[in-house]
């Protein structure tokens, strides 16, 4: 009888959470301090964990040194270390310690925030700090925030909302097998991110949906083009959804004319949603406040604090003007979540029941970094990207190929050595692939990460500055890395 009371079922001992728990602080600790020390592109090969890891689950329980053991042997070389200051690719994101600690809580508490009596703390501490957010953005005081994972569900959210405000019937009787419905339009431009094209395809309304309107020189949307499509369609008899525009888009960060834009969306009275994932955290800064001028006209914008506000992956947030019209969009009570309270349940603001406790970690990141500190770490990354455009600028090798608005750099390598090709066709192959080897290079030797895109058809190398711990040496170390690499080239 006794052995049956110490049997082992419950959780780890009380004692054992307490050392291994100081243990795994300390290990992160010193993970922070030895970051740079570490390749930043995983070197593994495909399959290499999997390949480590046995096929099914131990039948008895391991202890934990031998499970931790396993994550500095196995785990970590799989790891690409979005944390290292010289993680340049895609977008620059990294979690700042503080933001540790608010997971580290929030996955103690494990809270499935759906009522407000589930969860009262997310219920409340949400709001307000979205609040806090808006405000440090400049925006309206008739935004209102909710929290999703990522900016493709916001977004995803925002279609939603717009497609239920045309009224259509859609949330009761569907969109398949109506001939009453028109053909509805998705407006955004060609350098819209992808989660737009992926909320058309899971909204029912399908690629065809999409209207890609072309940009400018600066990769920015046409604003007489969106114009000219919207008008051609409503002769058409088809009927605008909603436009998507942009501020900081992906490959280059362009700025969307979302003034114009918001215009034109007023006068034809289509829903506007303006996509600032990575953007909007730079609109804390004043003298960025200019970028997003009309933004504060759109009905919803999405900006992501996982990208640039250094709070750890996941946190999107959606503004929207109309809360109601999303709760219409989303709610559904069943019988087991009826309450008697008449208070907010976050459950029916999206598709999600249970949600996750992820204003926390940005409450923290907030009054750990206050204002000050989040909007000159902002600026202190732009100006070093600024820093790295002007050596692009000064290089005779290499040259720029977009605006640098806020804190990431296209670029190429482009020698004068390649002038004396016989075709202009064959010269830009030549640097295609000259940019697509050095950057290849860098990323194999783990000392960097750049990833690329492609603009006007040119391979163009992306810089992107956003790490919390990125200084001016780590951009140095880049541009020797590269002007070594095409030195060689060259040689
Ligand atoms: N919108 C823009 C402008 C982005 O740059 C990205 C990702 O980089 C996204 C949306 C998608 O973000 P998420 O990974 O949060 O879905």
């Not at 740079?36 to 096929?55: F, I, W, Y």
């Not at 589930?118 to 957010?133: F, G, I, Q, R």
Request: hydrophobic fraction near 40%.
């Amino acid at each position: 009888m006794k052995e049956m009371e110490n049997n082992n079922l419950g959780d780890m001992p009380r004692e054992d959470f307490r050392r291994y728990g100081h243990e795994i602080v300390d290990w992160i600790a010193d993970y922070f301090e030895r970051m740079e020390t570490l390749p930043v592109l995983s070197q593994n090969q495909p399959g290499d964990l999997k390949n480590a890891l046995p096929a099914s689950a131990p039948e008895r329980g391991e202890n934990f040194p031998q499970i931790f053991g396993d994550v500095e042997k196995l785990i970590l070389p799989a790891v690409t270390h979005w944390n290292h200051p010289n993680f340049h690719g895609l977008f620059s994101t990294s979690t700042s310690s503080v933001g540790v600690f608010g997971e580290m809580l929030a996955a103690a508490f494990d809270m499935k925030a759906m009522l407000w009596r589930t969860s009262p703390a997310s219920t409340e501490l949400e709001p307000v700090v979205l609040d806090w957010l808006r405000q440090m953005m400049n925006l309206t005081e008739d935004f209102h925030g909710i929290i999703y994972d990522t900016a493709s569900v916001s977004t995803l959210h925002a279609v939603a909302m717009a497609r239920e405000k045309l009224n259509l019937g859609i949330r009761e009787n569907g969109m398949s097998g109506r001939s009453d419905l028109p053909l509805l339009r998705v407006y955004c431009s060609e350098q819209t991110h992808s989660s737009i094209d992926k909320a058309v395809v899971l909204l029912g309304l399908g690629t065809r949906a999409l209207v890609k309107i072309p940009t400018n020189e600066r990769f920015e949307m046409d604003s007489e083009k969106l114009r000219e499509a919207i008008r051609d369609d409503i002769s058409a008899g088809n009927l605008p959804l909603c436009v998507v525009a942009t501020v900081g888009t992906t490959s280059t960060t362009a700025l969307d004319p979302v003034d114009k834009i918001a215009d034109i969306c007023r006068r034809n009275n289509i829903f506007l949603h303006v996509d600032a994932a990575y953007a909007g955290s730079a609109a804390i800064v004043p003298e960025f406040q200019t970028y997003f001028k009309g933004w504060e006209r759109a009905d919803s914008i999405v900006t992501n604090p996982h990208k640039w506000l250094f709070t750890p992956f996941d946190l999107s947030v959606l503004y929207v003007k109309d809360l109601d019209l999303l709760k219409k969009t989303f709610s559904l009570v069943a019988e087991y979540l009826k309450v008697t309270e008449t208070v907010t349940n976050q459950m029916d603001y999206g598709i999600q029941l249970g949600r996750r406790f992820r204003s926390l970690k940005l409450w923290f990141v907030m009054r750990y970094f206050g204002q000050e500190g989040l909007r000159e770490r902002i600026r202190e990354h732009c100006r070093l990207a600024r820093a790295f455009a002007g050596w692009v600028d000064d290089s005779e090798n290499f040259e720029m190929l977009a605006p640098v608005p806020f804190a990431l750099c296209c670029f190429r390598a482009a020698p004068p050595t390649t002038r004396t090709f016989v075709s202009d066709e064959l010269r830009e192959k030549y640097i295609d692939e000259l940019n697509e080897r050095i950057m290849n290079e860098i990323n194999a030797s783990g000392e960097a990460y750049l990833s690329h895109t492609k603009l006007n058809g040119k391979f163009t190398l992306r810089l992107s500055v956003g790490s919390i711990r990125v200084e001016e040496r780590h951009l140095r170390k880049v541009w020797d890395l590269l002007n070594e690499k095409v030195n060689n080239e060259i040689r």
